[in-house]
């Protein structure tokens, strides 16, 4: 494994944790050259081929990258970090894996998603709800935000209205 900050190729991993009922091997390392530390995931790609099944009907494989993505731009400037946005991606999978074989909606990823980003920063789940659930007026989008206002905030969770 090449050190991602100096590209040695000298590293010794740290921590190991298996989650998803061992699909995902977490691993963490530290760089012999330059001492920094760096995050590694080795996944079962290949053998799965589940498909999403989109909303028009249409079905495509399963790319986690993608919902890293969608998760990354509702969370963009916010204080999210790249690990929770991680673990997020990682909570959703295991929900999928433990739950569908073959085929998953994408309504149950995008719910998932709403879920977990709930509990990490409620401007990110706003936002996420705002282009998920397709808001058709301005009230609908007012009535989502009352109703993330009014749960109380985890302990580790910025305000919504500072």
Request: with cysteine; net charge positive.
């Amino acid at each position: 494994m090449r050190c991602p900050y100096c590209k040695e190729d000298r590293d010794k991993v740290i921590d190991s944790r298996s989650s998803d009922v061992g699909r995902v091997i977490r691993r963490r390392r530290e760089c012999l050259a330059c001492r920094r530390r760096f995050t590694t995931y080795e996944r079962i790609g290949e053998s799965v081929k589940l498909s999403v099944i989109k909303k028009d009907g249409t079905r495509v494989p399963y790319d986690r990258y993608k919902v890293i993505a969608g998760l990354q731009k509702a969370c963009y400037k916010r204080p999210v970090s790249v690990d929770q946005i991680q673990d997020i991606a990682d909570k959703i999978e295991e929900d999928i894996f433990r739950n569908f074989d073959k085929e998953v909606a994408s309504q149950y990823i995008g719910e998932r998603a709403m879920r977990h980003l709930r509990h990490v920063d409620k401007v990110a789940y706003i936002r996420f709800a705002s282009v998920y659930r397709e808001f058709t007026d301005a009230n609908a989008l007012l009535d989502e935000v009352s109703q993330a206002f009014s749960e109380p905030d985890s302990p580790d969770q910025p305000g919504l209205f500072p």
